[in-house]
């Protein structure tokens, strides 16, 4: 999945419409995790109607309020609309934490092609590697809510971020490219680690060294005194 946005800039749909425009803002945002590719335009009615159903749907399986844990989902919204003005009216009906493509990409209408997209509203559901879960889910969705989402976790293979810390799925996210950069750093630092405790064993043993010496010189210093007690009497 990441791989079809990693050249492309994400726009979220909150008031300041913040960009996520590296690889790694891409990617903490989308790996592991189940993409639903929302194609709409605000010139239909039925989308107009299912608009609502997606926001509560999206909504109860990842605001804190409803669940304990947000689900591994993310929705982007792809615009079929006939100009920005009606994009940005229709972004009012979705979620906040959904991200969207800006109306001048292009990318918009090459996904469109990418996914066959016929009709609208069309929910293209994708796994983490980005193949098809659901063509489209609009019916799903409306039908199970939030209920069909076990459906989709358990088909996708998900990686369950409830057995991880936060700092450890991040970590595990950015492995796929920063670990020969990893593996070269602990490297380094082990060899170094190696090198401290070889000079501190060989340091240490001439300490030990110089220690045997001096007690010995005390040692013979001591029975001298004695024999020579010894004679006075």
């Avoid at 909504?59 to 009606?86: G, M, N, P």
């Avoid at 190696?194 to 010189?217: F, I, L, S, T």
Wanted: glycine fraction near 4%; include cysteine; charge should be negative.
């Amino acid at each position: 999945m990441v791989d079809l946005f990693v050249d492309r800039v994400l726009v979220k749909n909150n008031k300041d419409q913040d960009e996520l425009d590296t690889e790694r803002e891409i990617v903490t945002r989308l790996q592991n995790r189940i993409l639903m590719l929302f194609f709409a335009s605000a010139e239909s009615e039925t989308c107009q109607r299912f608009a609502p159903t997606l926001h509560d749907f999206f909504k109860q399986l990842t605001d804190e309020f409803y669940v304990e844990r947000s689900a591994q989902l993310v929705l982007l919204y792809i615009s079929l609309d006939q100009s920005e003005e009606e994009l940005e009216n229709f972004l009012k009906e979705l979620p906040k934490k959904s991200l969207f493509l800006a109306y001048e990409d292009p990318y918009r209408r090459e996904l469109e092609t990418m996914f066959d997209v016929r009709e609208v509203p069309t929910v293209v559901v994708l796994r983490p590697d980005c193949s098809v879960l659901i063509p489209n889910a609009v019916e799903e969705i409306t039908r199970m809510g939030p209920d069909c989402y076990r459906n989709w976790h358990e088909a996708a293979e998900l990686i369950d971020r409830n057995f991880l810390t936060k700092e450890d799925f991040e970590d595990k996210s950015m492995r796929s490219f920063s670990d020969p950069v990893r593996r070269l750093k602990y490297k380094v630092e082990e060899e170094e680690k190696k090198k401290k405790e070889k000079k501190r064993k060989k340091k240490q043993r001439r300490g030990w060294g110089a220690g045997g010496d001096e007690g010995e010189e005390a040692g013979a210093g001591r029975a001298d005194d004695k024999d020579g007690g010894g004679s006075m009497w």
